[in-house]
């Protein structure tokens, strides 16, 4: 079949300028198939994930903007003390934006020693010794630091909270690179006294024997008579119910990902029937010097299959450098879904528009194979 390629190349090259807009429009619609799927994966990791399910996220009940819940930091003693609790981390929450956005800043105030000991975090640039030395001081997230193009040594200012930056890291956990980590004390003065003493959930770290249903039932009932009641859930199942709305309209673009597969479809059909109708001749010829239908079958599927993986490989490319360049993320009430790029993304792309390159030349194909001679040569 290889021996065949210079005259299918030439073929397609024939009618140039169809050949490119069919490329052309492969190509985008691959490259709209790449962000919905990095979407889906983004918010598949951020509530899947193992650890995610064993780790509990204590919040004031019947709160759901960080900026409303707040709970007394000395919840963390009792908390700490419950059966199957390994430890517990008071976070701060702070956000531009409590609704979807794009461009959403989180700051998460911790205490220093528990953030290093509860994220795996690795410095692409600072020192957490400076980290540690600064109450002022925070490490941002790459993805972060690349949308707003910060550096380390700059401040950085969001409402009122100025920080200055004294590290960048890239987390195992993609959506934390879209995070701000600095001091539970300094987050809870940086926007007035009112809110020192108190924290906007508790994350809480369980022994690989304890029950999750369990230790989040036992934590409620210890708080429903205090002061603030709380409604504990797993981090993942936290997080889920927290973008519930986005993750509706991240099912719907699932759809549209279906849509991009069956535009790739139609339009390499079309392109290859027209192809096939232009050569009713020459298809004739070529089976007068000895191809068999079989053989003109498998040159016209060639053409739809190499129209289409090319366009699709140009545009799984061009969405992947975009997702890795810009750091795309989108988050709602203080938990972000990251936009990665990822090697099983662009292979379940190629596959696809392999797949649909088969399915588009399989008509035509047919069609030119069962061209008959005689009929064919008095064609037009």
């Not at 509530?47 to 007394?72: G, H, M, W, Y």
């Amino acid at each position: 079949m290889f021996k065949f390629a210079p005259y299918v190349l030439k073929s397609l090259w024939r009618h140039r300028s169809r050949t490119m807009l069919t490329v052309s429009g492969s190509a985008v619609a691959l490259f709209v198939f790449c962000f919905v799927g990095s979407v889906q994966r983004g918010l598949s990791r951020l509530t899947e994930d193992q650890e995610a399910l064993r780790t509990l996220i204590v919040f004031q009940e019947n709160r759901f903007c960080p900026t409303s819940s707040k709970l007394p930091e000395d919840y963390v003693r009792t908390a700490a003390k419950l059966p199957g609790v390994k430890d517990v981390v008071p976070i701060k929450v702070f956000t531009n934006n409590c609704r979807a956005s794009l461009d959403v800043v989180v700051f998460n105030g911790m205490p220093p020693e528990q953030l290093r000991s509860s994220r795996n975090l690795k410095l692409l640039s600072g020192s957490w010794g400076e980290f540690d030395s600064r109450t002022d001081a925070a490490v941002v997230g790459a993805a972060v630091a690349q949308r707003r193009q910060l550096k380390v040594g700059q401040r950085f200012t969001i409402g009122e909270v100025t920080v200055s930056i004294v590290g960048i890291f890239r987390s195992s956990v993609p959506a934390e690179d879209n995070y701000i980590y600095t001091h539970l004390d300094f987050l809870q003065r940086a926007r007035g006294q009112s809110s020192v003493g108190t924290v906007t959930q508790l994350e809480v770290h369980l022994h690989d024997s304890a029950d999750p249903d369990q230790v989040a039932a036992a934590i409620d009932a210890q708080f429903r008579n205090g002061p603030i009641a709380t409604s504990t859930r797993s981090k993942g199942v936290f997080q889920r119910d927290t973008l519930s709305d986005l993750a509706e309209l991240i099912g719907f673009a699932h759809w549209l990902g279906y849509a991009c597969v069956g535009l790739v479809l139609a339009l390499v059909a079309t392109t290859t029937v027209m192809a096939v109708q232009d050569r009713i001749k020459e298809h004739a010829v070529l089976q007068t010097l000895g191809l068999r239908p079989g053989r003109i079958f498998r040159l016209v599927l060639a053409e739809s299959v190499l129209q289409s993986t090319a366009g699709g490989l140009l545009g799984i490319g061009a969405g992947l450098g975009l997702l890795a360049w810009g750091g795309f993320a989108v988050g709602a009430e203080g938990v972000t879904i990251s936009f990665n790029p990822s090697l099983d993304l662009a292979v379940s792309g190629a596959l696809v528009s392999a797949i649909v390159g088969v399915l588009a030349g399989i008509l035509p194909g047919w069609q030119a194979a069962r061209t008959e001679i005689v009929t064919a040569l008095r064609y037009g």
